[in-house]
């Protein structure tokens, strides 16, 4: 039945492709398209995710026109225990297939990279070189004119920390509490594409399918590997031919074959390998499983929450550009969170025609700006998307609550949730209250104070949000309107992200179905996720900052972008951590047009205290919460966040703010006082302090120890460096 689908869905891709080559399809307010799910099923998720590239229609403007076909690298997948719809292939750009597991789930992906890289000539690899440099291709062409230049990466940039590499990619699920390590939620990996020779691949689906059966049913019966010889032989030994074949057969500098030995892929292998360390490369397809930890096992420290969390491409130097070309896709973890939901709005005798009706809300921003086969997609940023389609309907009847679970996988822009428009007399509307941040519920208090009727909240790249959404009992069309920005405190014109079109059927909703307003049906807070307490181990400082351009990185070039005055270097470890130690974090930014957004892997964190330097009361001088440019002390802030905090695992670090200095306090550097020295800059006989914005963070690096990242969830920033390798180690024992 799984090969039937799989050769049925083929089919389809091929035919409707050809269709959509013809017509670009980008007109806005279609209905919302809902993407097929891979579900688990007796206690296993078990599914293939494919990358695969096509000609896709891509938006480049708010408006949605121009439309153009471009080449898209996109994931597409199909779940091996039971038939799903056949993939949607209708020539629109779409998420990767929601993944829905269950707490205490084993989760099996069959990743399978079949790119054709001669779709995408001047993407360049580590073995790979191209024409030029690994990052240096100011040269590149454009494919519709190959006599025209252009230059696309900033040329100050130096590898890794470039834009390349793009037809390698990996996993990365975002939001889980599961292992950094191996077979897990590991982002180290390289998976290059399947060696292709006419159409033939290598290795084929059908092989890898046969040999990830076996790793499956081992991960099943010990847990993820922890050596790469407890895998098939046949696997390792095949992908080790298929490395050497890789690296004997690689174009440089546009010659195959000529791969210069310390390029080649196969020896770092064998270098890990020697030291019984996980290698970091393979070729065509890689057998993602773990186990999706629950606390009622008693197994473990941590569990993991139920809730809205997602997953994407991770590849250090294609990460913006994988996700902008669609790489993304929800991963719902259910449990006694959204069956406590599901059962207060259950259909009963009294209550017709309720049951709650879920949305999933895959935010993207599609773009393929940093794609060199991209001449017409420059210019402004990308439009928002909703499941792959432009300002999208969502049908609600009258009365109706509805559970939307929103994920802002966009690359760049924060998604800030403003209004609803107003119809009728009574300027009747939808309304919503927020449930849940980050894949992680509220407690009732937040509930309360924080998932209030159409309180605003601004989801940063990365950031979820799960809403209860109410429709007015009149009918009409109700637009969803957004702020984009970059920006801790969003200004500008709002946007229709969707609209909500109320509609009544024969089925009426009776009585009309409302918010929860009572502490006893609001999904119990499990025990694990109580605020965090008892001895802090250790406390760390995190700088974000944008180096000017008239500063380190040179006069007119692109700005660096560092982490505590570094950039990632791909194997240094910056921060190690004890397993079960408890850290505090204060996590700065210097950037004062860019609210870095932190995320950090495989642990989330609470949110104890936040200081945005300019909000109205902290640059008005009169006002109490001053923070005054001569005094660090006043750089703080003003009201404090009371407990219970929230979790979080993305967080937008509040952007810094510049004064000058009267020229009373000082002229030059050297005469600036001490406590401000550190944050001022003086040209021309004019200072000018920068107040950095921060927040604090508390986290436990619990149950999982290993390497694994944190980094900008702006994602170019990311793969220009502003990335950190972590690692949990053992504790010795006291
Ligand atoms: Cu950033």
Redesign the pocket.
Known sequence: MRRFLLIATVVVLSTVSAYAQQQPICAPGRDLLTVPEIKSKNGKLQGVVMLSDEQRSLASAATGSPCNLQQLRFFWGYSTQDPMTPWPHTGDILPGPTLRAHIGDMVEIAFLNQVNTSNFPNTLDQGEQGKTGPCDISTATRTNNPNQTRQIYPRNDSYPNCLHGSSTANLHFHGTHVTPSTTGDNVLLFIRPALRSGNTLEPSTDFVMQQFGEVFKQCEAYGSPQQWSQLPATWTDSQKQLLQKYDSTAPYKGVNGALPADMKLWPRNEARLAKNQWPQYSVGAYPYCFKVPDYASGQVKMGQAPGTHWYHAHKHGSTALNVGNGMTGAFIIEGPYDESLRNFYKETATHHNWGLREQVLVIQQLETALNLLSPTNRGGPAPLSVNGRLTPVVSMKPNQVQLWRIVNTSSRNFVEFDSFTKHGQGGQSVSWRQIAQDGVQFSYPNYQRIGTVNGKFNLATGNRADLLVKAPAQEGDYALQVVQSVSDLPTGTATILLTVRVKADDKKIDPPMDFIVQENDFPKFPAFLADITGPIHMKRDLD?D?TPSSGRSGKGQMPL?EINGKLFDGHDVDQTMFLDSTEEWTISNR?IN?A??FHIHVNPFQIIEVFQPNTASAKDPANPCYADPTKPATWKPCTKITPPYVWWDVFAIPTARQDALPSTVCTELDKCPADIKDFTACSSGTCTVTIPGYFKERSRYVDFTGQYVLH???LA??DRG?MELVQVIPALPS
Do not use: G
Request: glycine content about 0%; some cysteine; hydrophobic content about 30%.
């Open positions: 974000f944008t972008h950037t860019i870095h957004p900008c969830h702006i920033h990311e502003m």
